[in-house]
């Protein structure tokens, strides 16, 4: 037996400081999200470019799940790893760049977001610099963890810390793998995937960034947290075993379930299916695990506001993860997909799991850190009563939203016509269940303010000096053997007595690169046949890149984040046809560096736009949408009909896409003068149809331009389709008429 | 000249994510018999007790 003792203190410090940045952040993250919710019930409360509902959308997003949650689990991380390993964290410089680092992305977000930088893809909108300064901080809270393991003085790592090792590294591989682009300036880059891969990419990084940032690393919370503050130890240590593996197996296989009815191959899409409602299982092993913890204290819950947090994270958690395997099952998806019943799945998980998680383990933290007494007790029931309601008025409008709106959009009448053949009719009757989520989220957001107000106040009570205890603790010794470890004769015996999953507890990087290897084989069993099977995406001869000015218009769609409330994906339903055009086929988007294809339709499809309005309806329409259609909540672009257009600046676009494969032809040498030729021809036609003259060098044009050509490629005759593909890019001008109304 | 898009194309890959899906799913029935089965459960329930004292290591020197 080692007799030396080593003494030591935990670092809660840092703790301090990301408990401080979860109630800040929260705070931001939930009034962007009111302020958006407002905005689609009261499109007036648009303001200007920055202030749109289009740029607001990825900085409410970004704020709640990288700002909020994630502040949340890294408080929660430093202060109970250190405790489970009995050790200090390896590297206080690493905390602290973790931290302030983690900050400054946080700020470089919410300054790029609003003024469209973006590249795009939900969750992964944050520019090249953003995503390469991610993954620096990254690498050091991650080396400072895994430095932090191997020099522990408790010979286990308990569960909490799987779920944490395995958010470290699927994280890792996902923000990696997912915003692999070109630069084609400081704050510009397009990915390297297009199309069909391209969202594959995307969806196996976003359904991923849900269960590796919201809900591994809020596992591993629970598994310490509630049973610190219920006082008793986990129901089951064996089904966290179950729970931890499974989920890591099997939730890196779910992403394609974003993609139902899309251009994704089917048996992508099938796997995606199979595997989520496989979910269902290990997901309601984890919440019964944690449920099951407060047997016998059940009394506690009732006086203990902690508790009460807990025990409604815990259900929200099981009732999100019902929800999502159902949802992701093809028929209750074909009509869920698109709607706002998406979004009220979200926030089941996000206002109940994650913020309730996070609310409990603070008012659990909070008298512990700053060493003084919660100021109220009451302040804490009720917050927990006010957000409670406030998640029900959410929800409850929310889910009634996505169903009418859904069942609308499929609905024909006796003649076998769309029966609301008007999109915004649909919209329209979204209005009263906007609103009351607009009161559920004032109330939720108003119990957050308590929240802050109590922790402040504790925070205020704290002593002139912290006291900073100091633990002795034996060195760990792992020359000698585990006594008592579980053991078998026969292979079934060993592998069922689990004395194998003990030792790869005791061997902290081992376990890790078990689940670096459970992640990306799983990853891969999916992702190289998306990439690799020629078949899967069959080229489509009439499909050619976009012109110059083309490009330049759909950098602005997506500067403006019309893809937040646009999709430009008919799945091949008959309603969607009657109402859209020809459904979407994958060869369509081989060019679309990224993809655009949306996940929600607050407004309708434009995958089939061009042609179908003259050049002169988008720019009143885009100049002020109630102009054309008077209930329209689509904020106005006013901006773009002033703004200049960069010509200069398209060229180096231009050539990145060349780069990537794009086949321009002659634009590679000049992009510039193409661009303003084709935009001559534009301008022309809308100064011809009565509108404004001298739109030639504005943004308008581009994006006009942009949207007339979408959808028409496949429509051209075979003849075009024999052209030079270059050429017939460059060179041919959109269709600027091609359809009436 | 055939680029790997093709050669991969034409020997009928997509079938082996469902060979995955398989393998998956038996070692998802593995690891529940093993967790089903009944086994040393004071072992179990120290390692639950982990998190529930912050100064004393657990586990380093059991008895």
Sequence with gaps: ?741 | MRSIADVVGASGLSGYAIVALILFFLAFLAVLAAVLSPARSSYYERAGRLPLDDLTPQTPREP
Excluded at chain 1, 182 to 209: C, E, R, T
Excluded at chain 1, 407 to 415: C, I, S
């Design chain 1, 1 to 741: 037996m080692n007799a030396r003792l080593d003494s030591f203190s935990y670092d809660d410090a840092i703790v301090r400081k990301f408990l401080f940045a979860t109630i800040i952040f929260g705070l931001v993250g939930m009034l962007v999200g009111l302020i958006i919710a407002v905005q689609l019930a009261y499109p007036a409360a648009n303001f200007g470019p920055i202030f749109a509902f289009g740029r607001l959308r990825p900085l409410h997003t970004n704020a709640v799940v990288f700002a909020f949650a994630g502040n949340a689990w890294f408080c929660g991380a430093y202060y109970a790893t250190q405790r489970l390993l009995k050790t200090r964290m390896w590297s206080d410089k690493l905390s602290n760049f973790h931290f302030w680092g983690w900050q400054a992305i946080i700020v470089a977000a919410a300054i790029t977001l609003p003024l469209g930088y973006t590249q795009a893809k939900e969750y992964a909108e944050l520019e090249w610099p953003i995503d390469v300064a991610i993954l620096i901080v990254w690498v050091a809270f991650a080396v400072n963890y895994f430095v932090t393991l191997t020099k522990r003085r408790e010979r286990h790592i308990y569960v909490a810390i799987w779920f944490f090792i395995a958010s470290i590294i699927t994280v890792a591989v996902l923000h990696i793998f997912n915003n692999l682009a070109i630069p084609v300036g400081p704050l510009k880059s397009y990915s390297i995937y297009a199309g069909v891969q391209d969202a594959f990419m995307q969806w196996w990084y976003g359904h991923n960034a849900v269960a590796f940032f919201l809900t591994t690393p809020f596992l591993g919370l629970m598994y310490y947290f509630l049973p610190k503050a219920a006082d008793r130890p986990v129901f089951s240590y064996k089904l966290s075993i179950l729970h931890f593996w499974s989920l890591v197996f099997l939730y890196i296989w779910a992403g394609p379930h974003h993609l139902h009815y899309t251009a994704l191959p089917d048996w992508a899409s099938t796997l995606g299916m199979v595997f989520s409602v496989m979910l269902i299982a290990p997901s309601w092993g984890g919440m019964i695990n944690g449920l099951l913890t407060l047997r016998g204290a059940w009394h506690k819950v009732v006086e203990e506001p902690v508790l009460k947090f807990f025990v409604l994270a815990v259900t929200a958690y099981g009732m999100s993860t019902f929800e999502g395997p159902v949802l992701s099952i093809k028929t209750v998806n074909g009509l869920a997909h698109y709607t706002d019943w998406i979004i009220a799945h979200v926030h089941t998980g996000a206002l109940g799991w994650n913020g309730f998680l996070t609310f409990g383990m603070i008012y659990w933290l909070a008298p512990r850190l700053f060493q003084a007494p919660l100021f109220s007790k009451k302040l804490a029931e009720t917050h927990f009563w006010v957000s409670t309601f406030g998640i029900l008025l959410y929800v409850a409008s929310i889910y009634s939203a996505g169903i009418t709106q859904g069942l609308m959009w499929r609905a024909f009448d006796e003649t076998g016509r769309l029966q609301f053949p008007d999109f915004i009719e649909t919209t329209m009757r979204l209005m009263p269940m906007y609103w009351v989520r607009v009161a559920g989220g004032t109330l939720y957001l108003a119990g957050t303010v308590i929240f802050i107000y109590n922790i402040v106040m504790t925070w205020k009570r704290r002593p002139a000096a912290y006291d900073v205890p100091v633990v002795t603790a034996a060195p760990l010794d792992l020359s000698t053997p585990e006594p008592h470890a579980p053991a078998g004769t026969g292979v079934y015996a060993r592998f069922v007595g689990l004395g194998w999953h003990r030792r790869w507890e005791g061997m902290p990087l081992f376990f890790s690169v078990m689940v670096l290897v459970a992640v990306a084989v799983a990853s891969l069993f999916e992702i190289i046949p998306t990439f690799l099977i020629k078949s899967n995406v069959p080229t489509i001869a009439s499909v050619k890149p976009y012109t110059p000015l083309e490009l330049a218009g759909r950098d602005l769609y997506i500067r403006e984040g019309c893809f937040n409330c646009h999709s430009q994906m008919i799945r091949p339903f008959r309603f969607e046809t009657e109402r859209y055009g020809d459904y979407s086929k994958p060869g369509e988007s081989v060019y679309d560096h990224p993809f655009l294809w949306g996940s929600r339709r607050i407004g309708p499809d434009l995958a089939r736009e061009g042609g179908k309005y003259p050049a002169l309806w988008h720019v009143r329409h885009m100049e002020n949408p109630r102009s054309i259609s008077p209930k329209s909540i689509m904020p106005s672009y006013p901006f773009l009909l002033t703004n200049r257009t960069d010509f200069d600046g398209i060229q180096k676009r231009v050539d990145a896409m060349a780069m990537l494969g794009v086949p321009y032809g002659d634009a590679i040498n000049h992009a510039n003068q193409m661009a303003r030729d084709q935009a001559a021809l534009v301008a022309a036609d809308i100064e011809k149809n009565g509108g404004p003259a001298g739109l030639a060098d504005k943004e308008i044009t581009a994006l006009v331009a942009y949207l007339e050509r979408l959808g028409t490629d496949i429509r051209q005759p075979a003849a075009t389709a024999a052209a030079p593909a270059a050429t017939a890019a460059a060179t041919t001008p959109a269709p600027l008429k091609a359809g009436g109304n």
